[in-house]
């Protein structure tokens, strides 16, 4: 595989990301779905009512496209974005925007990548869908098969660059990265090759890769997949709950090493897992997407021993659902909400929203908030009846998933970046 590396190394050593499960700060949103990777910002308390023309205390206009999500360091905002050539149509040029989170002044513009003649994408993803990851100094970028980087956050240089991970997503890139410690760890889940590989943060280099394990049906199209993986403390280690096509794995995300797998029939998956107690849940993907409970503990092939239930019916393929006070939220993507127990996978009761949704949900405080793609967002309190608080609407179409610090909302449009709060 192709491998360039700017020669350019990070001052001094990288920060260490905290290990699975730490809390941190309220002024951080570092990578998808937030700290947790699960959507949660339990001290947070942004509005409940908020619209173009109420509690709006930012509108940024964002070139290009991207459905990657915000990220937030402190008083810095950055996503990523693709940007056509005026002069080439068919070269694409991959980069990141730093903003200031407090007024939406656009602080950085980086380019990271060109690319000419791109493999083509499907229609409801964008070449810039992973999520980056950001801590106290960098900004790291994954473009699935374009390009991972790493950026100054603080300058907006560029301080490495690892074209490696190479690919056929068929459909475009989707699954994000997440930090651990000092690597980066990113899912690779193709038409043509499935693996997991960790990256240094330093300069780039690759400190581990595992190939799935499990076997994958004759078709090559149903070997890929699009989810995020999550870390998840288990008896005091961390493991990395990482779901493919057809099949999920826990790694020891600090070696790569298997510790479980369950096998499944399902492909193309994006909603990243989530937790509750001693139980992780997954989403299987197309066609006949079902929601899987995996109870910890075991190794090897867990399949027959460690799921407690199933459930087959009104689960999403592109929304991740949450999970708050015992029970599990998951929105499919026409816009029914089905809440169960998470012991007994249960339903509890459903709703239907209008619209269409692409985005990941978010508990904020004690409210749930559901993003549409036709820029609807419902806020709903977290209970058994799911009562609807309030929907607001912003202009334009939302696929990311949205962010949350302190009081503040950021929400991205096809066009915009938003950010609502009290004043």
Same mark, same amino acid.
């Given at each position: 595989?192709?491998?360039?590396?700017?020669?350019?190394?990070?001052?001094?050593?990288?920060?260490?990301?905290?290990?699975?499960?730490?809390?941190?700060?309220?002024?951080?949103?570092?990578?998808?779905?937030?700290?947790?990777?699960?959507?949660?910002?339990?001290?947070?308390?942004?509005?409940?009512?908020?619209?173009?023309? $109420?509690?709006?205390?930012?509108?940024?206009?964002?070139?290009? *496209?991207?459905?990657?999500?915000?990220?937030?360091?402190?008083?810095?905002?950055?996503?990523?974005?693709?940007?056509?050539?005026?002069?080439?149509?068919?070269?694409?040029?991959?980069?990141?925007?730093?903003?200031?989170?407090?007024?939406?002044?656009?602080?950085?513009?980086?380019?990271?990548?060109?690319?000419?003649?791109?493999?083509?994408?499907?229609?409801?993803?964008?070449?810039?869908?992973? %999520?980056?990851?950001?801590?106290?100094?960098?900004?790291?970028?994954?473009?699935?098969?374009?390009?991972?980087?790493?950026?100054?956050?603080?300058?907006?240089?560029?301080?490495?660059?690892?074209?490696?991970?190479?690919?056929?997503?068929?459909?475009?890139?989707?699954?994000?990265?997440?930090?651990?410690?000092?690597?980066?760890?990113?899912?690779?889940?193709?038409?043509?090759?499935?693996?997991?590989?960790?990256?240094?943060?330093?300069?780039?280099?690759?400190?581990?890769?595992?190939?799935?394990?499990?076997?994958?049906?004759?078709?090559?199209?149903?070997?890929?997949?699009?989810?995020?993986?999550?870390?998840?403390?288990?008896?005091?280690?961390?493991?990395?709950?990482?779901?493919?096509?057809?099949?999920?794995?826990?790694?020891?995300?600090?070696?790569?090493?298997?510790?479980?797998?369950?096998?499944? %029939?399902?492909?193309?998956?994006?909603?990243?897992?989530? %937790?509750?107690?001693?139980?992780?849940?997954?989403?299987?993907?197309?066609?006949?997407?079902?929601?899987?409970?995996?109870?910890?503990?075991?190794?090897?092939?867990?399949?027959?021993?460690?799921?407690?239930?199933?459930?087959?019916?009104?689960?999403?393929?592109?929304?991740?659902?949450?999970?708050?006070?015992?029970?599990?939220?998951?929105?499919? $993507?026409?816009?029914?909400? %089905?809440?169960?127990?998470?012991?007994?996978?249960?339903?509890?009761?459903?709703?239907?929203?209008?619209?269409?949704?692409?985005?990941?949900?978010?508990?904020?405080?004690?409210?749930?908030?559901?993003?549409?793609?036709?820029?609807?967002?419902?806020?709903?309190?977290?209970?058994?009846?799911?009562?609807?608080?309030?929907?607001? *609407?912003?202009?334009?179409?939302?696929?990311?998933?949205?962010?949350?610090?302190?009081?503040?909302?950021?929400?991205?449009? $096809?066009?915009?970046?938003?950010?609502?709060?009290?004043?």
């Amino acid at each position: 595989m192709r491998y360039s590396l700017l020669k350019v190394s990070l001052c001094l050593t990288v920060m260490l990301d905290l290990s699975a499960g730490a809390p941190l700060s309220a002024q951080h949103w570092p990578q998808f779905r937030g700290p947790s990777g699960q959507g949660h910002a339990p001290r947070s308390h942004p509005p409940v009512k908020f619209g173009e023309e $109420e509690l709006l205390q930012w509108k940024t206009e964002i070139p290009g *496209r991207g459905w990657s999500s915000p990220v937030i360091w402190e008083n810095e905002i950055w996503v990523t974005t693709a940007v056509g050539d005026a002069d080439d149509p068919n070269r694409l040029r991959l980069g990141a925007l730093g903003l200031d989170a407090l007024s939406g002044k656009i602080l950085h513009r980086t380019e990271l990548f060109v690319i000419d003649h791109p493999e083509p994408i499907h229609d409801d993803n964008s070449y810039a869908s992973p %999520t980056p990851v950001i801590d106290e100094r960098h900004l790291f970028c994954h473009f699935g098969t374009f390009g991972t980087a790493a950026v100054d956050r603080r300058t907006g240089n560029v301080l490495w660059k690892n074209e490696s991970l190479k690919v056929e997503h068929q459909g475009g890139p989707g699954s994000s990265p997440i930090g651990y410690r000092d690597l980066l760890i990113v899912t690779c889940d193709g038409a043509n090759a499935q693996y997991v590989v960790a990256l240094r943060k330093q300069d780039g280099t690759q400190a581990w890769i595992r190939h799935r394990s499990a076997p994958h049906r004759p078709d090559p199209i149903t070997h890929r997949a699009f989810s995020t993986p999550l870390l998840w403390t288990d008896n005091g280690e961390d493991l990395l709950i990482s779901p493919a096509a057809d099949q999920v794995h826990a790694y020891r995300p600090e070696s790569g090493a298997e510790v479980w797998h369950v096998r499944y %029939t399902g492909f193309s998956n994006v909603p990243a897992p989530v %937790t509750h107690e001693d139980l992780v849940f997954v989403c299987t993907g197309f066609f006949e997407p079902a929601l899987a409970a995996i109870r910890r503990g075991g190794s090897g092939d867990v399949t027959q021993t460690h799921v407690p239930w199933f459930v087959s019916r009104g689960v999403s393929t592109l929304p991740s659902p949450i999970v708050v006070s015992g029970r599990i939220y998951a929105l499919n $993507e026409g816009g029914i909400l %089905t809440c169960l127990d998470c012991q007994t996978g249960k339903v509890i009761r459903k709703r239907r929203f209008v619209g269409n949704y692409s985005a990941s949900p978010v508990s904020a405080g004690d409210k749930l908030y559901f993003c549409s793609e036709e820029g609807k967002i419902t806020v709903l309190e977290p209970n058994d009846s799911l009562d609807i608080l309030q929907v607001n *609407r912003v202009n334009g179409i939302i696929k990311a998933s949205p962010a949350v610090v302190g009081n503040r909302f950021y929400i991205r449009t $096809e066009n915009h970046l938003y950010c609502f709060a009290e004043n």
